[in-house]
């Protein structure tokens, strides 16, 4: 079966950085789409920031020039580098894998901004 696994998340205070890492693993081939998401209490699932098998890039307004995604498409892993982080960034990060034949999410990893 399909895994995905999130890795990096933890405790910083403002203005501090952190690096999530996200791998696929079994029975997955030909990911497009490897995309960050994030989920605060109370809120709704959002997109963070996505990247494509052939290296197109987004990222929401809200990160933009903080957060770079980056992949490594051999090894079905993407990294997601987060620097003056902020309290708003506290969230769970998700993980998510597309392909043309199935989409995978990840568990999710806890980020927490605070002083």
């Known amino acids: 079966q399909v895994h995905v696994v999130e890795s990096g998340g933890g405790l910083v205070q403002p203005g501090g950085s952190l690096r999530l890492s996200c791998a696929a693993s079994?029975?997955?081939?030909?990911?497009?789409?490897m995309d960050w998401y994030r989920q605060a209490p109370g809120n709704e699932r959002e997109l963070v920031a996505s990247?494509?098998?052939?290296?197109?890039?987004t990222y929401a307004d809200s990160v933009k020039g903080r957060f770079t995604i980056s992949r490594d498409v051999a090894k079905n892993t993407v990294y997601l580098q987060m620097n003056s982080l902020k309290p708003e960034d506290t969230a769970v990060y998700y993980c998510?894998?597309?392909?043309?034949?199935?989409?995978?999410w990840g568990q999710g990893t806890q980020v927490t901004v605070s002083s």
């Open positions: 998510f894998a597309g392909t043309i034949t199935g989409d995978y």
């Open positions: 990247s494509t098998r052939s290296g197109s890039t």
């Open positions: 079994g029975s997955i081939f030909n990911i497009d789409r």
